[in-house]
């Protein structure tokens, strides 16, 4: 916990999500859902914090499958504010905007390190990843400098 991995990607895919992810909110008690093929899996919040245990089960289990066979998920019904989310998402996109070379400076280090930014291990993969530590305080890197006044 504590670690928060941000999947940032512009266009139609974010937009579909929460459109689809606004829709479904607890359909049919289920936590994970896709929205096509080649999109993120949405957990709902929600079902991992219920009082029933059933609900709560499966959400764990849909989680590690997101994990596991996606990598990443979209959160729902998490109770952060939306502006929150687009300054986090605006401030992301400008920190991946940068060049390669400022971004260097948060490739791991150690497991210790509170901000880390890498690329995919594949040959061709053009995929970037940020982590950052949320918990107990926000952990952000220094440019884009907004980042810190989010």
Request: glycine share 8%; with cysteine.
């Amino acid at each position: 916990m504590g670690e928060t991995a941000l999947l940032l990607n512009q266009g139609p895919l974010l937009s579909s999500i929460h459109a689809k992810a606004n829709n479904n909110e607890n359909a049919n008690n289920e936590s994970f859902c896709f929205v096509a093929d080649d999109e993120v899996p949405i957990i709902d919040y929600s079902m991992l914090v219920s009082a029933d245990p059933n609900q709560r089960s499966k959400a764990i289990h849909d989680l590690g499958k997101a994990c596991g066979d996606y990598g990443c998920f979209t959160v729902v019904n998490h109770g952060l504010p939306e502006s929150f989310i687009r300054g986090v998402l605006e401030e992301c996109s400008g920190f991946f905007d940068l060049a390669e070379m400022e971004k260097t400076e948060y490739e791991p280090k150690g497991p210790a390190d509170k901000i880390r930014w890498g690329k995919g291990s594949k040959p061709g993969d053009k995929r970037e990843f940020l982590k950052l530590i949320s918990h107990p305080d926000f952990q952000c890197p220094a440019k884009p400098t907004g980042f810190s006044e989010i």
